[in-house]
């Protein structure tokens, strides 16, 4: 099972497609999660144009995104227990917020974005992974997003691109 991880696409204040890369992966999906920072509704509706999308709403998602998607979300996928928040907020670090939120939920992988910075790192006990950005690097030298794959076992790693 192929499963792509993406943040913080604002769309279309930072582009207006999607980069081939990642249109590429996204048709090759099982599963597409979104960690927020859509944007609008417009660019929701094109992710989930090409399959199943678990999304959660992002600080800089419009009022309808708002409305329509979660802070916070908990799900299941082939035994890995999995949770997903945009990682907003005030104090601490990205990650450390991320992992607050989830303190009571004993999930496996966190899934976050907001800071834009790629991340893979065990917190806790459990993984913490930040696809980073595929419109909005900032000052990093690659766009990038995530693929989880699960099979017998699990991997999970960012691709960069530019």
Known sequence: MKIVIVSDTHMPRKG????RTLQ???LESHL????GDFQTLDVY???ARYGELIAVAGNVDSDELQSLLPKKRVFEVKGLKIGVTHG??????TEKRALEAFEEDNVDV????HSHIPFLRFMKGVLLFNPGSPTDKRKLPY???GILMI???WKIEHKFYT
């Open 32 to 35: 597409i999660i979104h960690g």
């Open 45 to 47: 509706k094109e992710f």
């Open 24 to 26: 590429k992966d996204l």
């Open 16 to 19: 207006r497609e999607l980069p």
């Open 143 to 145: 766009y990038s997003h």
């Open 151 to 153: 099979e017998d076992t």
């Open 88 to 93: 907003d907020g005030v104090g601490k670090t």
């Open 110 to 113: 966190i899934i976050f974005g």
